[in-house]
T-cell receptor, first 115, second 113 residues
Framework: DQQVKQNSPSLSVQEGRISILNCDYTNSMFDYFLWYKKYPAEGPTFLISISSIKDKNEDGRFTVFLNKSAKHLSLHIVPSQPGDSAVYFC??????????????FGQGTILTVHP | KAGVTQTPRYLIKTRGQQVTLSCSPI?????VSWYQQTPGQGLQFLFEYFSETQRNKGNFPGRFSGRQFSNSRSEMNVSTLELGDSALYLC????????????FGPGTRLTVT
């Protein structure tokens, strides 16, 4: 049962353009959503988060949008840079019952930004 | 502040053996979570420890176990290793309580032959 899904295994964009990474979820008990970036041979690093009571959060070049009715979130990177090339994971925190605090991750999307 | 450290970084074991991985969280962090990463599967949650107690558990067989010590350091043990256990094992720490941001270590790459 995949509660958090990233349906695009990979995304390729040109430097300077917008990168849009998507994530869908099924559990209505998630209260926070997070995006992590991972380079090879390193652990994931936290990028940006959004509370379930918000619909947008912005931090520099990174913006996360949340559509609760569609159970969908997206990460926008503008402008994209070659250094952004990495695997991006979305994650959701469970606010319900015995699973409180548990993070569930998607499968990841490989972003490649071409110079 | 030092980050999350994991030892060893690389490990090669034979099927049937057991292995213990170690994780030292960021100073002051009381929650440690463990994940398994395999190609195409993303990060699969193993378990979380908070103040020496297992707070959450994922859907892994009983061969996977863990513990946390009073200084918040955590160990993960896998017994009777199978070829399918080959993966990157990541641990992450957080402040616990209502804190939701997790900070990851570099991982331990386990290869089972």
């Amino acid at each position: 049962d995949q509660q958090v899904k990233q349906n695009s295994p990979s995304l390729s964009v040109q430097e300077g353009r917008i990168s849009i990474l998507n994530c869908d979820y099924t559990n209505s008990m998630f209260d926070y959503f997070l995006w992590y970036k991972k380079y090879p041979a390193e652990g994931p690093t936290f990028l940006i988060s959004i509370s379930s009571i918000k619909d947008k959060n912005e931090d520099g070049r990174f913006t996360v949008f949340l559509n609760k009715s569609a159970k969908h979130l997206s990460l926008h990177i503008v402008p994209s840079q070659p250094g952004d090339s990495a695997v991006y994971f979305c994650a959701a925190r469970d606010a319900g019952g015995t699973s409180y605090g548990k993070l569930t991750f998607g499968q990841g999307t490989i972003l490649t930004v071409h110079p | 502040k030092a980050g999350v450290t994991q030892t060893p970084r690389y490990l090669i074991k034979t099927r049937g053996q057991q292995v213990t991985l170690s994780c030292s969280p960021i100073s002051g962090h009381r929650s440690v979570s463990w994940y398994q990463q395999t190609p195409g599967q993303g990060l699969q949650f193993l378990f979380e420890y908070f103040s020496e107690t297992q707070r959450n558990k994922g859907n892994f067989p009983g061969r996977f176990s863990g513990r946390q010590f009073s200084n918040s350091r955590s160990e993960m043990n896998v017994s009777t290793l199978e070829l399918g256990d080959s993966a990157l094992y990541l641990c992450a720490s957080s402040g616990g309580g209502n804190s939701y941001e997790q900070y990851f270590g570099p991982g331990t790459r386990l290869t089972v032959t």
